[in-house]
């Protein structure tokens, strides 16, 4: 067998077994199939790699100058691989085993203040129905802290209006319950019935939210969007396509929310991705008291 068709064995499996998204899938099969690649000018194949190709390949990496992040992401991809290779017993001794990760600085995510969400979300024109729609899903994403994935893809059989809850299907083809704010509810329900079929007109489609061409709308088209309309509403702050999410946990932070109830409404597997925030919150209180304490 061939370099590619380990791969995609490989990303066979994995599939199978965790469910992984499809952007997860595509990054794994970059990581591998560039490093094949460097190998096969080396007159060797992935299962007939050494501890010291990594090494030599790491080496080049950073002399390309790519993140140490990038590094890291690359190298377990990597131990996955072979991990697999080993349990398949095709591959004796684990060539990635001994080898450790870059060393990564802890980044905080950016986030916006109370007062930058309030211009955000008053930014689209909502005696439009597309700047409805638009209003309608910034509401929800602040509201509910969902994936920018998970909003494009909400269907309308996942909301209960009745009981104010979202049911959201995230990493890993997790269902997790998601709980909607008064304020954004009103602005779900007031589009869906009013607004929603001015967009779709005799189209027909399951997502809640559907472009002009009555499909849903993708991961990008929405950064556009929020790009957009930080520019129009002042937004000076460098956003990310998750900066509602970030805000959405910094503020229940903020307000004394419980780190493990914040946890549960981000869908996070892991209470230690659900800590950064805390990191969030304090820097936020040592501003306040620097700005505000006669000796800060």
Same mark, same amino acid.
């Given at each position: 067998?061939?370099?590619?068709?380990?791969?995609?064995?490989?990303?066979?499996?994995?599939?199978?077994?965790?469910?992984? +998204?499809?952007?997860?899938?595509?990054?794994?099969?970059?990581?591998?199939?560039?490093?094949?690649?460097? =190998?096969?000018?080396?007159?060797?194949?992935?299962?007939?790699?050494?501890? +010291?190709?990594?090494?030599?390949?790491?080496?080049?990496?950073?002399?390309? #100058?790519?993140?140490?992040?990038?590094?890291?992401?690359?190298?377990? +991809?990597? &131990?996955?691989?072979?991990?697999?290779?080993?349990?398949? #017993?095709?591959?004796?001794?684990?060539?990635?085993? =001994?080898?450790?990760? *870059?060393?990564?600085?802890?980044?905080?995510?950016?986030?916006?203040?109370?007062?930058?969400?309030?211009? $955000?979300?008053?930014?689209?024109?909502?005696?439009?129905?597309?700047?409805?729609?638009?209003?309608? =899903?910034?509401?929800?994403?602040?509201?509910?802290?969902?994936?920018?994935?998970? %909003?494009? #893809?909400?269907?309308?059989?996942?909301?209960?209006?009745?009981? #104010?809850?979202?049911?959201?299907?995230?990493?890993?083809?997790?269902?997790? $319950?998601? *709980?909607?704010?008064?304020?954004?509810?009103?602005? $779900?329900?007031?589009?869906?019935?009013?607004?929603?079929?001015?967009?779709?007109?005799?189209?027909?489609?399951?997502?809640?939210? *559907?472009?002009?061409?009555? +499909?849903?709308?993708?991961?990008?088209?929405?950064?556009?969007?929020?790009?957009?309309?930080?520019?129009?509403?002042?937004?000076?702050?460098?956003?990310?396509?998750?900066?509602?999410?970030?805000?959405?946990?910094?503020?229940?932070?903020?307000?004394?929310?419980? %780190?493990?109830?914040?946890?549960?409404?981000?869908?996070?597997?892991? $209470?230690?991705?659900?800590?950064?925030?805390?990191?969030?919150?304090?820097?936020?209180?040592?501003? =306040?008291?620097? &700005?505000?304490?006669?000796?800060?």
């Amino acid at each position: 067998m061939s370099d590619s068709d380990d791969i995609q064995l490989f990303l066979d499996a994995l599939w199978a077994e965790y469910g992984l +998204s499809d952007n997860t899938i595509l990054a794994y099969r970059t990581d591998l199939s560039l490093f094949a690649k460097w =190998m096969n000018v080396r007159h060797k194949t992935l299962l007939a790699c050494e501890s +010291s190709d990594i090494s030599t390949y790491l080496a080049h990496r950073l002399g390309e #100058g790519i993140s140490a992040r990038s590094s890291a992401r690359f190298l377990s +991809s990597l &131990k996955r691989f072979y991990v697999y290779f080993v349990r398949e #017993g095709k591959v004796v001794e684990d060539p990635a085993a =001994m080898i450790e990760a *870059p060393k990564l600085g802890r980044s905080l995510p950016s986030t916006l203040s109370e007062a930058d969400v309030e211009n $955000l979300l008053d930014a689209p024109d909502t005696t439009t129905a597309i700047g409805y729609r638009d209003r309608a =899903m910034l509401e929800l994403l602040y509201a509910s802290g969902l994936r920018v994935s998970e %909003l494009v #893809g909400l269907k309308l059989t996942e909301v209960n209006f009745r009981q #104010g809850l979202l049911r959201v299907t995230g990493k890993g083809n997790k269902d997790r $319950l998601v *709980p909607i704010g008064e304020e954004a509810l009103v602005w $779900l329900h007031d589009f869906i019935e009013c607004w929603r079929l001015d967009i779709l007109g005799n189209k027909k489609t399951d997502f809640v939210f *559907p472009t002009a061409r009555g +499909s849903g709308m993708t991961r990008q088209a929405f950064w556009y969007l929020i790009k957009r309309y930080a520019m129009k509403a002042g937004v000076k702050k460098a956003l990310s396509p998750h900066s509602l999410r970030h805000a959405f946990a910094t503020h229940l932070l903020n307000h004394g929310a419980d %780190l493990r109830v914040v946890q549960l409404l981000l869908g996070h597997s892991d $209470l230690s991705t659900t800590q950064i925030y805390t990191h969030i919150a304090k820097e936020r209180l040592k501003d =306040m008291h620097e &700005k505000f304490h006669p000796r800060g």
